[in-house]
């Protein structure tokens, strides 16, 4: 089974044209959490520019977008598991109460629990 990252349809959907980028871009400067969401995709899986995705990926959980917060406290969660760093667990768990403060269901609440356990170890 081939990685997300190399899945031709999830960075042909990711994809974003050239002559609409900028568009995007101040689209979600203007607060468009889910133009936000899709310059994460697009820098994640089209351009495999992990560093600017995380940016985009923020910017749009920090509009308020749900998924954004939901899928930051995985991914926090998942980086802590590699790096074992204070920080990264407090990210996870930030963006996990977030996430529940929002409505985010049973899985992000499985999550912090998992993530607050890491914690005492």
Do not use: C
């Not at 520019?49 to 920090?62: D, M, T």
């Amino acid at each position: 089974m081939p990685l997300p990252d190399s899945d031709p349809s999830i960075s042909s959907f990711a994809a974003i044209p050239a002559n609409e980028l900028e568009h995007f871009k101040q689209a979600a400067a203007a607060g468009d959490s889910q133009a936000a969401l899709k310059l994460s995709a697009h820098f994640d899986f089209y351009e495999q520019n992990h560093e600017a995705g995380l940016y985009w990926h923020i910017k749009a959980a920090k509009l308020g977008h749900l998924q954004a917060q939901a899928n930051l406290a995985h991914i926090f969660f998942d980086q802590y598991q590699t790096d074992r760093q204070a920080a990264t667990l407090h990210n996870a768990e930030k963006w996990a109460q977030t996430a529940l403060q929002n409505g985010a269901g049973a899985d992000i609440n499985e999550l912090l629990q998992n993530i607050r356990a890491a914690k005492v170890r």
